[in-house]
């Protein structure tokens, strides 16, 4: 009897090494620091799924990149990194991530290069084309400035700048451009900062200087990087992008199921990517129910044609939610997944700390769960389905 060709298979992993508590950001590359994204992945989680799952030049995909925490610290790690994100805003981060200014010293001659052409921009804004609500948030002269810079940057591709600008856009301190506003989500603060008590914070806020510094802050701390190796972002919907090569492991947290609304709590920097309508956007990047898990089951399907045999698919997802309190939302991605024929290793789930929840209130996920799967039957299942 003919014995069928046997695939090597590496011993699966019984456990997993992550570093859930204290903060990652004393430690982390600066690059991280960018600029805020709602359902960021802490950097340090990110980088030991990556050194337990994966080897030296293998190629990473991370379908749902958000900010491109995994993109940035897959690179770090010396792998070769597959990103892809349909929010332009995540897109935009994860590509100012992957492919920063090799030096301090060169991003200030390129602000220095550009400073001409943003100048002319702005003195053709016209704000009676600005809506409202975005009006609200700057002093007219910054709003001008701002968007003369962002329409130059835009315009150059020049997504590290880019980035950096929408990174100091709003916030209370006075590093930033807006009113006094909250940093990741945008809201004004008038309440707390009334303009007849704190004038200053209301007064016209110039914004080289601003820029220049922040992308000094972004260079504090950035490792060694191999700028040979594959670093790629795309911007389409996980279900129907397909990259070119075969990947080595898909290391990803996908949306939790409209617990988080991308598009909605990104409004004002998504403004200034060119996008008017946040509530569309949120309609695909932020799905509910029955369209996530349809969302999952299509990305299943088409991750089993890029992911090798064998190799892992681990997901960091949400535990529960406001939307679906009953519902397991691992135990669901699961269930799809092993029908799909992936196999489930493990999952691990840890509280959140208090501080990684970015809205107070929010009465949804209060833990985190990694799943590990595995492309490709269980071995003693099959067998003994034979
Ligand atoms: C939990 S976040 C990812 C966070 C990321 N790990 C980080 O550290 O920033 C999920 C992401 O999925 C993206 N997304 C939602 N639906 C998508 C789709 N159909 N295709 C691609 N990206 C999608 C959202 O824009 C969001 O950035």
Known sequence: MASSPTIPITPAPTHLT???TGSAVKAESTLHQLSPYIGKLKSSIAG??????????????DPFSGSGTVALEAWVAGRNIVANDLSPYAALLTRAKLFPYTSLKAAARDIENLAPEAEKARQAVDLRSVPAWVREFFHPETLRETLGWTLTL???RRWFLLASLLGILHHQR????????SHTVPYLRKKAFPPAEFPELYAYRSLRDRLDAKVKRAFRRVPELNRSLVRNCFAKSAHSFTPKQKVDAIITSPPYMRQLDYARDNRLRLWFLGVADSRALDGEISPRKDAFLKLM????????????PEKYCILVVGDGSSEVEAANLPALISGIATKAGYTHVLDHTEAIPNERRVRRGLTGSTSETILVLRNGRDH???????
């Open 18 to 20: 992550c570093n859930w």
């Open 48 to 61: 030991s799924l990556i050194a337990q799952f994966t080897d030296e030049d293998d190629v990473i995909y």
């Open 154 to 156: 835009r315009e150059r």
């Open 174 to 181: 006075p590093g930033f451009l807006s009113f006094p506003s």
């Open 297 to 308: 089951g299509q990305c299943f399907k088409k991750w089993k044609t890029i992911l090798s």
């Open 380 to 386: 003693a299942t099959s067998l003994s389905h034979a």
